[in-house]
């Protein structure tokens, strides 16, 4: 029971289109199945994580982070503009991934920036926070490390199945997409993360 409804919350978390989902995209349209993949196992690993100290350590954590969340969101807004941009600029040279490019050195830009977009959310902290409240408060798990320990996993699992069926389909489609159609798709996707950005400046000054 509990590694199911691990799974099933880290499956329905990751399904909403944030930066996350829009960077992940991004990435699988202009560089393949790959690149975009890797990005969600970012996320997925960082669940895991954020998903058992979260539960540990619930009754510690939220006065310093709810401390932290306006300087969070406003980092968190200027990453996304300056994403946004980088997207664009991308965006004008349409190229193929070449099989022979190093991996590694390929995978670890995006890696980087989806750990910056995950831990510069604040929403991110408190959806785990309120996860871990319910979860403790109807399943018992703080008594028992096993227990958060499996319920984090299960809902790492879940969102990088996620993540797999949104890298695989959307890079199906990758070598359909000409030059200019793909412009106009990361421009799009661009757009979208300079108003997710707007909106994290925005609740600094109302609310």
């Not at 560089?31 to 350590?57: E, K, N, P």
């Not at 389909?169 to 421009?187: E, G, H, N």
């Not at 799009?188 to 909106?199: C, E, F, K, P, Q």
């Amino acid at each position: 029971m509990v590694i199911f409804l691990g799974f099933l919350i880290g499956f329905l978390a990751a399904i909403p289109l944030g930066p996350l989902n829009i960077f992940a995209i991004s990435q699988s349209i202009k560089h393949g199945f790959s690149r975009g993949f890797s990005v969600g196992l970012t996320a997925s690993f960082l669940d895991i994580v954020y998903c058992f100290f979260a539960i540990i350590g619930i009754s510690y954590a939220t006065q310093p982070i709810n401390e932290l969340i306006p300087l969070m969101k406003f980092i968190g807004a200027v990453l996304l503009i300056v994403i946004s941009v980088q997207l664009i600029k991308q965006s004008k040279n349409f190229e193929r991934e070449s099989p022979r490019k190093n991996h590694y050195k390929a995978h670890s830009g995006p890696v980087m920036i989806a750990l910056l977009l995950y831990v510069s959310n604040p929403t991110i902290y408190t959806f785990w926070l309120a996860v871990a409240g319910i979860v403790t408060a109807h399943q018992g798990l703080i008594h028992a490390v096993r227990q958060p320990a499996l319920f984090a996993l299960a809902c790492g699992c879940g969102s990088a199945v996620w993540y797999f069926i949104l890298a695989k389909y959307t890079s199906k489609y990758q070598r359909m997409f000409k030059p200019k159609a793909f412009r106009m798709i990361v421009v799009g996707l661009s757009i979208l993360l300079i108003g997710l950005a707007i909106y994290n400046l925005g609740t600094l000054f109302i609310g």
